[in-house]
């Protein structure tokens, strides 16, 4: 079983920036995500890295960047040019040996 931890939401005025981690506990892990569900909507892809690669959902290039710290099995997305259209909570998603983990989310809030 994989445990999966997120942290660094909040609330921000539009423009800010935060910076949202995870965490995930044992080894083996893969792909590494960051996913976002706002009310009355679905979950959605926010950004994903792999090995070297990553991808971004088109609402969010140019103002996010994911990165990962292996050693640490840590993930983090930081968030720049907040908009309030991305308040939503957000979920870490980590993928070992095909499977899917989640973390419980973290609220992060936009006010205009």
């Known amino acids: 079983q994989v445990q999966v931890v997120e942290s660094g939401g909040g609330l921000v005025q539009a423009g800010g920036s935060l910076r949202l981690s995870c965490t995930a506990s044992?080894?083996?892990?893969?792909?590494m995500g960051w996913y976002r569900q706002a009310p009355g909507k679905q979950r959605e892809l926010v950004a994903a890295i792999s090995g070297g690669n990553t991808n971004y959902a088109d609402s969010v290039k140019g103002r996010f960047t994911i990165s990962r710290d292996n050693a640490k099995n840590t993930m983090y997305l930081q968030m720049n040019s907040l908009k309030p259209e991305d308040t939503a909570i957000y979920y870490c998603?980590?993928?070992?040996?095909?499977?899917?983990?989640w973390g419980r989310g973290t609220q992060v809030t936009v006010s205009s």
């Open positions: 998603n980590v993928v070992r040996w095909g499977a899917h983990y």
């Open positions: 044992g080894s083996s892990i893969s792909t």
